[in-house]
């Protein structure tokens, strides 16, 4: 999913649980595994395509799961802050970026959000804006079961869906190049990508259209249609329908050119034939 920054109490109109947005009732600090919870929470997010976690919203159940249906008032943003920022510096490798907004909620923000009567004049709540690191993975120092730190002994959160999970140690591998994180951050920047599977996003693809050694590249426009990240690919489609999946890895750049299309400079050739199907050619680099 795209995800922005929340800066503003309008954002939270109509928000839902995702892979970018965590619900969190509360940190309790005078719990021992707490510094874990919130250095895991801020990690899952860096390690996957960034996210906010709202802390002073409860999530509903059943036929509400997933949305905010109250809120819980922050009373000490401060000392939630400071042990939110100890937390991720003393377990979090490599550091993740993240910055904290206090959200004050007044009355007519609450009624939008809740789409009911609130029951109070106003809420605290604490956003905490997380950016996507492009260099790989965060890991987070385990703990005992009394909240003690051992030393070297890491765990490596992701958020999935709605849902925090570990990543195996055979799937580290698949998440530690720079290029293909870079590459998927920045797919995730288009916007609307979040709703491929409704309404695919026009691009403009720039290949090696001609024999490679001419060098020669021509725009042509293609439809983003899914963003595969365990296969890491992308997939366009012309505008007979006919598909092609591009990998990450051959995938130079995406930029927004000056008269608002999105570009994707690609390594290599997407041929479309006559058939139901396309194919992408690498460049001669890779032959």
Known sequence: MTWTPILSPAQLVGIHE????????????TLAETPFEMAK?????????????????????????????????????????AALSQAVARRCRPLPVFNPIELRID???????????????SVNLLA???????SGPVGVEASDARGQILEFAYRFPLRRGEKTEYLRPEELALHLSPHERRIAILLRQIPNTDRLAEAPVEVRLFDLRVHPAAQH????????????????????????????????????TIWQSSDGD????????????????????PGPGYA
Not at 18 to 29: G, H
Not at 230 to 235: G, L, P
Not at 267 to 276: K, L, R
Request: charged share 25%; hydrophobic share 45%.
């Open 217 to 252: 590249f021509q725009g042509r426009k293609v439809k983003l249609v899914a963003i595969d990240d365990h296969f890491q690919h992308a997939v366009l489609d012309d505008v007979a329908n006919r598909r092609a999946n591009v990998p990450f890895t051959f995938i130079k």
């Open 18 to 29: 995702s892979s970018v947005f965590d619900a969190k009732q509360t940190y309790d600090l």
């Open 128 to 134: 905490i804006n997380i950016w996507p690191l492009p």
């Open 107 to 121: 009355r007519t923000a609450q009624r939008a959000i809740l789409a009911r009567e609130p029951a109070s004049e």
């Open 41 to 81: 929470d801020v990690a899952a997010m860096a390690s996957a395509m960034g996210g906010t976690v709202l802390v002073g919203a409860i999530e509903g159940r059943d036929a509400t799961k997933g949305r905010i249906v109250a809120f819980k008032d922050v009373t000490d943003s401060g000392k939630l802050i």
């Open 262 to 281: 999105w570009c994707l400079h690609v390594d290599g050739t997407v041929h479309y034939s006559e058939s139901a199907s396309g194919n992408f050619h």
